[in-house]
């Protein structure tokens, strides 16, 4: 069966510090992974999708980035978090093309 | 630019009768609607959806009514139960194909035993 990981669950960062969220998915390949955010108040914004390996695009500019290095990993990265990048930011991959499985989520604390 | 809109950020409803959650949204290009659930610190899980091309789509206590002419779904429970409590988000497809869902902000039910 396929499923999902996201970690850590919870996250508290000062000001200035790098990021680094992981996303693994498991019994699919090749699958179409996302990195969405909720803000406080605000709906789940898509940041990144990828369709492979190295292939990553933006849908927001913003002071985040995506890679993927590997077909099952999707890694969420930043090299100095602002407060504004407070939220829930959750994974996804595509299961059709009507929807998605999303991961646990992880609550990020930018202090 | 919210495209797609929850604009009940809460709603309480006794156990047993119906809840109805609303969504509006502005592009009428979007193709296909999705509703999807969400428990504290879990990601949100597919619920139930609708094509653009229908006006209703019913699965056991759930359905949902498309009004394409006004641009607004609804998302209807009945019977309501504890636990339906959960908050609930409204998606839309774009045409550009699955790889962009917009998500509504969520109206989080709550179901009153």
């Known amino acids: 069966s396929q499923t999902i990981h996201q970690w850590p669950a919870t996250l508290v960062q000062p000001v200035g510090s790098p990021l680094s969220l992981e996303c693994t998915v498991e019994?699919?390949?090749?699958?179409?992974l996302y990195w969405y955010r909720q803000a406080a108040g605000r709906g789940l914004q898509l940041l990144f999708y990828?369709?492979?390996?190295?292939?990553i695009s933006s849908e927001v500019p913003q002071n985040l980035s995506a890679s993927r290095p590997q077909d099952r990993q999707f890694i969420l990265s930043s090299k100095k978090l602002l407060l504004s990048d407070s939220g829930f930011y959750l994974c996804?991959?595509?299961?059709?093309?009507?929807?998605?499985?999303f991961g646990s989520g992880t609550r990020l604390t930018v202090v | 630019d919210q495209q797609v809109k929850q604009n009940s950020p809460s709603l309480s409803v006794q156990e047993g009768r119906i809840s109805i959650l609303n969504c509006d949204y502005t592009?009428?290009?979007?193709?296909?609607f999705l509703w999807y659930k969400k428990y504290p610190a879990e990601g949100p899980t597919f619920l139930i959806s609708?094509?653009?091309?229908?006006d209703k789509n019913e699965d056991g206590r759930f359905t949902v009514f498309l009004n394409k002419s006004a641009k607004h779904l609804s998302l209807h429970i009945v019977p309501s139960q504890p636990g339906d409590s959960a908050v609930y988000f409204c998606?839309?497809?774009?045409?550009?194909?699955?790889?962009?869902?917009?998500f509504g902000t969520g109206t989080r039910l709550t179901v009153i035993p």
């Open positions: 592009n009428s290009m979007f193709d296909y």
């Open positions: 998606a839309a497809r774009g045409q550009t194909g699955a790889n962009n869902l917009f």
């Open positions: 019994g699919t390949s090749n699958p179409n």
């Open positions: 990828s369709v492979g390996i190295g292939q």
């Open positions: 609708i094509s653009s091309i229908k």
């Open positions: 996804a991959y595509r299961i059709s093309n009507y929807g998605y499985t």
